[in-house]
């Protein structure tokens, strides 16, 4: 007990950094909603400059500048305390007026990319102008030992530990009892409602930034003579400050700090306990520690990151439909072969990592460019890998190319393990628990003495019918044939992405990125899709990973590092993660690729400053073009021939069909609802609802606002948990998820419409066929060109969807509805934002659509539409049953007109 407590007190320095950091990320998140990855590296500049101050030297962290400038003598711990933290927040307005202020509208994954590319940037510039070896600092506190009993207490850990809490407890209160801390609490609740309260977000995000980067200096400092000051190591603590800063849920100092310590603690304690028991592993213990807890957290309490009150959020770039992929692909693998026989010695190495690297890229433009799935584990998967290689081919003597396959598909079953947790979280909380993935593989695997020896695992060469494809040694080094190999590979990986995105799985896959709401309401099994690109993506990184350990010949941990898989996210995000072209120059871009060497080839200097070029180029392309280097010239291919949608104005079709309303008999009862409740919290939002749903009916669904309408529709579509019963054909939806119960025979639309802005029309009513055997849907084509027909949309059929009308969008929701051949249409306002002309065309829709044979249950606030279309009409108020009738009965009764047409119109109504 004595030893666990000795390590648990030597774990306040470290915790007392997590917790400080974790301070940094919590204000700057709040205030900014920037997930700001590079606070480690914001703490390491403070650093520095205070540990060079003390040196009586005046550090330069600027590229192309001399190291530093003597400044005649150490100024003493306050000043330069002071002048360092000083600058911290200088920096950090510096950096959210340059860099964060306009990203402020941009999506989530850019704004954490920028802060990707700062760490990049700031650590580079760091290691080129300080060196990679740790900087000696003048002890802070005292460094004594206190004694008690057998326990030896360092004082400067608890004197750091106590500095920490203290400035936790200041700041808190700070945001507890001051205007500027009621502000940002405000803004962080809803941007719209700080302006018209006269608050500027703006200045608010800006002083939380200079908080935010002074604390982050002060615990650079803070620390700097207890942990080595070293550029990679204060980068790394990102990982255990994330941890603590999830359990403060990125809003409470005083529980991040808490929990900052309470993890350092715990670091500690696994480093004696791995000392200790040989059962456990020899390395890595340490690192699953903030693993552990971010997986406690999130996964099992399924509590994403909070979300702000952001004005405007704009979505990701699209993801091209490739065209003649056959040609494209026989043009690349032409000009790359001759290339290659054309080239030599360093050139044709860096023209086969390019080939290398891109096969790894298309693994990221799968998960992140078609799924969404912000994944930072790819490198990881691909070193697990190359890891396997060597045992697999050597030990179990499995030749080529079923030894390289083998590993590929040991990686995709790590990549489905490291895909989980998505499946009940997603966005930028899926990039922290894969970060804190890969921080652990490396560290329980890759540098594990006891899996991988200190020389490495050295890889046998691939052989195939006694022919070596080796990359050679010596004087054959690089051979030609192992870059054909590779070459080869990437063409098959090419043409396999290019038709997943062309294909069903892969319009599914864009579906859940954009939506998984909508997704999951139009039959897509969200859970299964997320897994699926986890896998092709783990399979892709791992071929690609077998290669680069065929091309290494030994692998060991430096190849397959956390930080190294930073590098590869932002370098595959700043060519383009959601298109094949942006995953294939991505090779050429990454380190030891095309443009590394020829950059080395301008001199060493050059060379030398990779890392810096490439987080500054990463920065540009976020701030003026964030989809990407390749988007400008595919947005210029996609205008070239391309027809103008008509637009609406008079509505497209009309004169095709003319549809005067049929006289209807509802027939018996298709859908039923019996005593259907919604609890919100303490909130009843719908109570004991019970009607019935005739086949060959429409159904009006009316009720003033919060009535509870749309809660319904999400009980009967299973996007809520509720009571009572709902029955469809005589079969009981009960317990059923929304994409099963799609495939029963509901469809639905929603109020948002909520359609795949980058997928065309034909692709978005496409992913409406994900409830249909797979028999149905080889035989679709003709029941969709019915469906566009139908809805007065063959002429956009190949149209993005974001290029649309309102009325058209509302049309196109409907057909990707109507695509799975629902029994029941579940229609949430469809006139939403129509003129009266749209709104009476798309009456005449509806009818179009309940005479094709299905029911339809139609939410609506346009009563001329719901009085005229509908044969039933049921009414909410305060989620119970107000009336029920038909058009006629419901138009004349005064509880009606009262509660939901006004009194006025009550008034009239009675008289």
């Not at 914001?42 to 101050?53: C, M, P, Q, R």
């Not at 919100?680 to 429409?698: H, M």
């Not at 009981?732 to 419409?753: C, E, K, N, P, Y």
């Not at 002309?837 to 798309?842: C, D, H, I, T, Y």
């Amino acid at each position: 007990m004595t030893e666990h407590l000795q390590f648990l007190l030597l774990g306040i320095g470290s915790g007392g950094v997590f917790g400080a950091l974790a301070i940094a990320l919590v204000l700057v998140y709040r205030s900014s909603g920037v997930l700001n990855f590079a606070t480690g590296a914001i703490a390491l500049n403070g650093a520095y400059i205070y540990a060079f101050l003390r040196k009586g030297e005046f550090v330069i962290l600027l590229p192309g500048l001399p190291k530093s400038v003597d400044i005649g003598g150490d100024p003493g711990f306050a000043v330069a305390a002071a002048v360092a933290v000083t600058l911290s927040a200088l920096f950090g307005l510096l950096l959210y007026v340059v860099v964060f202020r306009p990203l402020r509208k941009a999506p989530p994954i850019a704004r954490a990319v920028a802060s990707l590319a700062l760490m990049i940037l700031l650590v580079a510039v760091a290691a080129k102008q300080v060196g990679t070896n740790s900087v000696g600092v003048k002890a802070i506190f005292p460094v004594d030992i206190w004694t008690v009993g057998e326990l030896r207490i360092p004082q400067d850990r608890i004197y750091f530990g106590i500095s920490i809490v203290v400035l936790a407890l200041a700041l808190a209160a700070l945001y507890r009892f001051t205007r500027f801390g009621l502000a940002t609490r405000a803004t962080a609740e809803s941007e719209e409602g700080a302006y018209v309260s006269g608050l500027s977000p703006d200045r608010i995000a800006a002083g939380n930034w200079m908080i935010g980067s002074a604390v982050a200096g002060a615990a650079g400092i803070l620390i700097s003579p207890i942990v080595p000051l070293s550029p990679t190591g204060y980068s790394l603590f990102i990982v255990p400050a994330l941890a603590a800063a999830i359990i403060g849920r990125f809003s409470s100092v005083v529980a991040a700090v808490a929990a900052g310590l309470v993890i350092g603690m715990l670091q500690s304690d696994a480093t004696y306990l791995s000392r200790t028991y040989e059962w456990l592993p020899s390395s890595g213990l340490v690192e699953l520690v903030p693993l552990i807890v971010i997986l406690v957290v999130l996964v099992i309490r399924a509590r994403p990151l909070p979300s702000r009150g952001a004005v405007i959020v704009t979505e990701l770039g699209t993801a091209p439909y490739p065209r003649k992929v056959l040609l494209c692909t026989g043009i690349g693998v032409l000009a790359a072969g001759a290339a290659l026989i054309l080239s030599g010695g360093d050139l044709r190495v860096a023209i086969i990592t390019t080939l290398i690297l891109a096969i790894i890229g298309l693994s990221q433009v799968v998960v992140t460019g078609y799924a969404g799935q912000v994944s930072l584990a790819q490198l990881a998967l691909a070193g697990a890998a190359a890891h396997l290689l060597g045992p697999i081919a050597a030990d179990w003597g499995i030749p080529f190319p079923f030894a390289p396959l083998l590993a590929a598909a040991l990686a995709t079953v790590l990549g489905v393990v490291v895909g989980l947790p998505a499946l009940r979280i997603r966005g930028l909380t899926v990039a922290v628990v894969t970060l804190a993935l890969a921080y652990a593989v490396e560290a329980v695997w890759f540098r594990n003495l006891d899996l991988v020896p200190s020389s490495g695992i050295d890889i046998p060469d691939p052989v195939i019918f006694g022919h070596s494809l080796g990359i050679g040694r010596g004087e054959n080094f690089p051979r030609l044939e192992f870059g054909l190999l590779c070459l080869a590979v990437l063409a098959v990986v090419g043409a396999g992405v290019a038709y997943l995105r062309r294909s069903r799985l892969g319009t599914r896959m864009l579906a859940v990125r954009a939506n998984e709401r909508s997704a999951a309401a139009s039959g897509v099994d969200v859970v299964r899709t997320k897994l699926a690109a986890f896998a092709i993506g783990a399979f892709i990184a791992g071929i690609g990973g077998s290669l680069l350990a065929y091309q290494q010949t030994n692998v060991s941990f430096q190849s397959f590092t956390a930080l190294a898989g930073l590098s590869l996210f932002a370098i595959v995000y700043l060519a383009g993660t959601t298109s094949i072209a942006g995953g294939l120059l991505s090779g050429v871009l990454g380190a030891g690729g095309v443009a590394f060497l020829l950059l080395g080839n301008l001199g060493d200097a050059a060379g030398s400053w990779y890392q810096v070029f490439v987080g500054i180029g990463l920065l540009i392309t976020v701030l003026t073009n964030p989809e990407g280097i390749v988007a400008p010239a595919q947005r210029a291919l996609a205008r070239t021939g391309k027809k103008t949608a008509p637009r609406a104005g008079s509505v497209p079709g009309t004169a095709q069909v003319p549809l005067p309303r049929p006289d209807s008999v509802p027939g018996a009862p298709l859908l039923e609802l019996d005593g259907v409740t919604v609890h919100y919290g303490g909130v009843l939002a719908v109570d004991d609802v019970s009607f019935a749903v005739p086949e060959a009916a429409i159904v009006g669904l009316i009720g003033p606002n919060g009535a509870g309408k749309t809660t319904l529709i999400d009980a009967i579509s299973g996007a809520v948990p509720a009571g009572g019963t709902v029955t469809l054909a005589g079969v009981q939806l009960g317990g059923m998820s929304v994409h099963r119960r799609i495939h029963a025979g509901l469809g639905r639309t929603f109020q948002a419409i909520e359609l795949y802005e980058d997928l065309s029309v034909r692709e978005n009513v496409l992913v409406g066929l994900s409830g249909r055997s797979r028999a149905e849907q080889a035989g679709s084509a003709a029941e969709l060109d019915e469906i566009f027909a139908l809805l007065g949309l063959v002429e956009v059929c190949d149209t993005p969807a974001g290029e649309l009308s309102q009325g058209q969008r509302q049309l196109v929701s409907i057909a990707r509805a109507l695509a799975g051949k629902p029994a029941v249409l579940l229609l949430d306002e469809p006139a939403g934002g129509l003129d009266t002309a749209e709104s009476r065309w798309l009456g005449e829709r509806l009818l179009a659509i309940r005479a094709s044979g299905v029911t339809i249950l139609l939410i609506e606030h346009d009563m001329s539409l719901v009085l005229s279309v509908c044969d039933q009409v049921q009414v909410l108020n305060f989620g119970r049953t107000l009336a029920s009738g038909t058009p006629e009965q419901i138009r004349t009764d005064p509880k009606v007109a009262e509660a939901y047409l006004g009194t006025m119109f009550a008034e009239e109504v009675v008289g």
